[in-house]
């Protein structure tokens, strides 16, 4: 046990892979950035000394608060190692070596845990280094620098304690920038910085190197538990025991002077993905400086002309960087005294555009394959290509209008229109309960804001920088955002905001452009950006079918979204809802009358049928006839016909579908023209008839009134409406009347819409137009329902081809979307040829909810209690839902070998429940138009991590 490995140098990060195993591992085990400082000494970046204190050990200090065994004498002896590389003694008067402290998880959290800088700074080391720098300044502009570090993150005093002593420093002697301060400000400074840490803590400000580095690292392993990090870790979906590592490394000095500096860089660019360094850097200035957005930065390119040589070299191990890890990297570095220093090496977060872009020429650049490529596009970044954006014109008419409001740096595309809000609170507060629109207007922002932030609309602040807090977290999250508008004066005290000759109050409208890094007053229209035009997007999904199984179908009632579900990829229409048609207005009275009808015809109808089939059968009440009772049945028959002939209700009903087949062969052609050569399921009638008919309580309370003033005009329609809804009123209608119940109860309706759908697809098949019409029958329990339905309006489809002397392939099917059929799904499989699974119906029946009631009642609870890990409806659940898929696909190929099977639920457009439908051998998935592209993207990465 105590001689277990807590503490590993930079250089000996073989040795940690020898343990961890494989690179993930090691990643596990030292965190992102020390596994990357490790790798970067071993690749020979020049790299300052240090070492990194493991994951494990911060798991086993969480126990009680104490460093593991063995941890503090491996730390302290790791130092003497360091001491050796930098030629320096950690606390020595004469030669002082400093060090940073730096969390760092296996997942980058950015601005998560804090670093504390210029550790082993006290009164005598100061001292020694004033004599070996010869500059004061610096040496002070340090100490100062670590009190007020240490003394916030270490010790927890209001960062506020010393910015206000620096600020009102400032005012009194009138300068504006840190800068303008020299050595004897500094020194003074930090003397007043000692000085609130006395004044708060009531102890002295540690001088002792050992304990300054002793109570960082406490207060890293800490930080792990703080409520920042682990809300940040609920909402990224990383897990708790995964533990913090420490990295321990030797300063370099970037504030040393005019020939120092320091900065961080991706080495593409993280917005639009073009391949150029892209970052900002500051001179005479140290670490967090750049990232805290305090002073303006200068973009990257601007070291070129300051200092070409170190440019040149920082082109090159950037170059290097990238070929090693073979991905877009986000860098920091040091320039200390003319020497350059690489402080941190990370996978850079970017936008989806970005996302794409580099994936599609890395793979130009031969640096990755094509599979690779696929994989380092995540499916929601393909949604976030689709969302809107300003249209350039109507941009360029805001301009002319002086609409603008502010510009600054485009640091996360999209467009966003919404109302001001000036806090974090506030702005959740305002989108979350009153459902606004929240543009979260800050001077900066910090990790506490992350709330308002996500739930904003769109992020605008007048300081900071491309690297800024609000900018990454931005682009992390995908939320427009511009960062550095110093034009605007924003006053927090009056809440308002003024900028280029106009003022904004809380709550007034204004339109974020993210990609072009603007502002405008006002709400300006937003368009969905055209999929056909983003070449690299294209190209990728086009690789993403090169390594999938599964097809991406889609859901689409109308030619329209069928158009455009083929434009974005579309291999075929998974479900047609057919009764959306009929809530179309001028279809609308048909379908009334239809309904009210259905019951009393039916009722002749079925009398006469079953006369009919009793002198067929020569059998009547199971009894054989006799010459009587056929002479009664033939009379009772002749009667029935009579009443059918003269019925009102049997003619209203046939009129009422006459006039709809018609207008639904025009809905299934434009279906079949739009999909020519693709399979087009439709599905017929599903929901239950009541759905089509104006409410029980409208209706009641309409007639009642026109009862009580006594008006007569319209009033018998009106109560015969009322009447017919009244009859048809079910308690649980989900679970009553409709689907193949209705098909088996009123078989007419089910009839005309497959002529309907048999007369369309001959008469586009005749016209030249390839057909490929699949018929699916709604919410089947029980093979006898399918056995009763789908025999009959096969002889109708039959007929019809007939008829009309064409010939094409079809397919008869059903839906999975009750528990019993899947359940049974091999006997199922002997009538249907397909089987489509209705995961929202399978949902709410497995689990027994009826999904409105539980999403406003009890679900969100559930998933917030973690009763459930998410939103069933949303992701498939793989465990109950999932295995009685998975039941129905092994039974139902054992029947039907050649069974097609697909998903036409919500779930066909979530990535893990694609994942789920690929794994059980789906050869489809159905979903919305604009999920499509996502929905390709994810089935390749199912194919690709599955196999
Ligand atoms: P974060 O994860 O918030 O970026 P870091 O540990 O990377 O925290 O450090 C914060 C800042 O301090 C960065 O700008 C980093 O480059 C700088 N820094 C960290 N260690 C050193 C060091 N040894 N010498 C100089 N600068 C450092
Ligand atoms: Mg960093
Ligand atoms: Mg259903």
């Known amino acids: 046990m105590s001689d277990k490995k807590w503490v590993y140098l930079f250089d000996q990060v073989d040795e940690a892979e020898e343990r961890a195993g494989d690179w993930e591992s090691v990643r596990g085990l030292l965190g992102g950035k020390g596994a990357n400082l490790g790798e970067m000494t071993r690749i020979g970046v020049p790299v300052p000394p240090g070492f990194t204190v493991t994951t494990e050990a911060c798991i086993v200090y969480q126990d009680d608060q104490i460093f593991p065994e063995g941890m503090w004498d491996q730390v302290m002896a790791s130092m003497r190692a360091v001491e050796e590389k930098a030629g320096k003694k950690f606390g020595d008067p004469t030669n002082p070596l400093l060090v940073s402290c730096r969390s760092g998880a296996k997942m980058s959290m950015p601005g998560m845990m804090d670093t504390v800088l210029n550790i082993g700074l006290n009164d005598e080391t100061a001292k020694g280094m004033i004599e070996l720098t010869q500059n004061a300044r610096f040496v002070f502009d340090s100490y100062r620098r670590l009190v007020q570090m240490f003394g916030s993150v270490v010790l927890g005093i209001p960062d506020e304690a010393f910015e206000d002593e620096l600020d009102s420093y400032k005012a009194a002697k009138s300068v504006q920038s840190d800068t303008d301060l020299d050595a004897e400000d500094w020194k003074y400074l930090t003397e007043k910085f000692k000085a609130v840490v006395k004044k708060e ?7 002792e190197p050992e304990k300054q580095l002793e109570l960082a690292i406490k207060a890293v392993f800490n930080s792990w538990n703080g409520k920042r990090a682990v809300d940040y870790r609920r909402r990224a979906g990383i897990p708790d025991d995964l533990g913090t590592a420490v990295n321990i490394q030797t300063m370099v000095f970037g504030n040393m002077g005019w020939d120092s500096g320091t900065g961080v860089a991706f080495t593409r660019d993280p917005g639009s993905g073009e391949k150029k360094l892209y970052g900002d850097f500051l001179l005479n200035a140290q670490g967090e400086d750049v990232v805290a957005g305090i002073r303006n930065t200068e973009p990257i390119s601007q070291l070129a002309d ?9 082109e090159e191990i950037t170059l290097n960087l990238e070929n090693h890890y073979h991905d877009m990297q986000d860098v920091e570095f040091t320039i200390e ?22 994936a599609v020429d890395m793979v130009n650049e031969g640096l990755i394959d094509r599979k690779e490529a696929v994989l380092r596009v995540d499916p929601e970044h393909v949604d976030q290509m689709l969302h809107p954006q300003f249209d350039p014109e109507i941009v360029e008419e805001a301009r002319n209008d002086n609409r603008l409001l502010a510009s600054g740096v485009n640091a996360s595309p999209g467009a966003a229109v919404g109302q001001v809000y000036f806090d974090a609170d506030t702005a959740e507060k305002m989108a979350h309960e009153e459902g606004q629109d929240v543009i979260m207007v800050r001077p900066f922002t910090k990790p506490d804001d992350v709330h308002g932030m996500l739930a904003a609309k769109g992020i605008l602040t007048s300081e900071g920088g491309a690297t800024s807090h609000a900018a990454v977290v931005a682009r992390q999250f995908g939320v427009p955002c511009v960062v550095g508008a110093s034009m605007m004066s924003i006053n927090l005290e009056k809440r308002e905001l003024r900028s280029n000759g106009k003022v904004i109050k809380e709550g007034d409208w204004i339109s974020l452009d993210g990609s072009s890094g603007e502002a405008y007053i006002g709400k300006l229209d937003l368009t969905t950006p055209d999929l056909e035009e983003q070449k690299e997007l294209m190209t990728l999904l086009d690789w993403a079918d090169e390594n999938s199984r ?21 291999k075929g229409i998974g479900l047609c809802r057919t009764e959306h048609m009929f809530f179309e207005e001028e279809r609308l009275p048909h379908v009334e009358k239809m309904i009210i009808n259905a019951e009393e015809a039916q009722k002749l109808i079925d009398i006469a049928e079953r006369l009919e089939a009793s002198l067929e059968t020569g059998r009547f009440e199971g009894r054989p006839l006799t010459d009587e009772t056929r002479k009664m049945v033939e009379a009772e028959l002749a009667e029935a016909k009579a009443a059918l002939e003269g019925s009102k209700a049997v003619k209203a009903y046939y009129e009422a579908l006459d006039v709809l087949l018609p207008l ?32 029980q309580e409208d209706l009641l309370v309409d007639v009642t009134t026109m009862r009580l003033k006594g008006e007569k005009d319209g009033l018998e329609e009106k109560e015969i409406l009322l009447d017919a809804v009244n009859r048809l009123h079910e308690s649980n209608p989900m679970m009553g009347l409709r689907g193949i119940r209705l098909g088996i109860v009123y078989p007419d309706i089910m009839r005309m819409q497959v002529r309907a759908i048999f007369e369309a697809a001959s008469e586009a098949a005749q016209k030249g137009f390839v057909v490929y019409p699949e018929i699916m029958i709604p919410l089947t329990g029980h093979i006898n329902e399918l056995k009763s339905v789908q025999p009959e309006l096969e002889a109708i489809a039959k007929s019809v081809m007939a008829e009309k002397n064409v010939n094409f392939n079809y397919k008869f099917g059903t839906m999975i979307e009750i528990p019993r059929a899947a359940l049974t799904a091999g006997e199922i499989a002997e009538v249907a040829e397909f089987f489509s699974f209705g995961t929202n119906d399978l949902t709410q029946m497995g689990f027994g909810y009826s999904r409105d009631d539980a999403e406003r009642n009890f679900l969100f609870t559930y998933v917030d209690k973690g009763i459930l890990p998410v939103n069933p409806f949303q992701v498939l659940d793989r465990k109950g839902i999932g295995r009685l898929m998975e039941l129905a696909v092994k039974e139902g190929r054992e029947v039907r070998p050649d069974l097609e099977v697909g998903i036409c639920g919500e779930h066909g457009g979530d990535p893990s429940s694609i994942e789920f439908c690929h794994l059980v051998g789906n050869n489809y998935v159905s979903c919305s138009p604009f999920r499509v592209p996502v929905a390709r993207l994810a089935a390749a990465h199912a194919n690709i991590k599955n196999s």
């Open 337 to 358: 005294k003319g020497k350059l220093w690489m402080l941190q090496t990370r996978s850079g977060k970017r936008t989806a555009k970005a996302a794409i872009k580099v």
């Open 550 to 570: 599964l097809e991406v179908w889609v859901n689409a009632d109308y030619p329209a979204d069928a158009i455009r579900a083929r434009s974005f990829g579309a």
């Open 306 to 314: 300051e200092m070409p040589d170190v440019y040149r070299q920082f």
């Open 201 to 207: 803590m009531g102890f002295d400000f540690p001088q």
């Open 664 to 695: 639904q062969r025009g809905d299934f052609y434009g279906l079949f023209e739009a999909m020519d050569g693709l399979p087009v399921i439709i599905r017929l009638i599903d929901p239950p008839l009541h759905e089509f008919l104006p409410s």
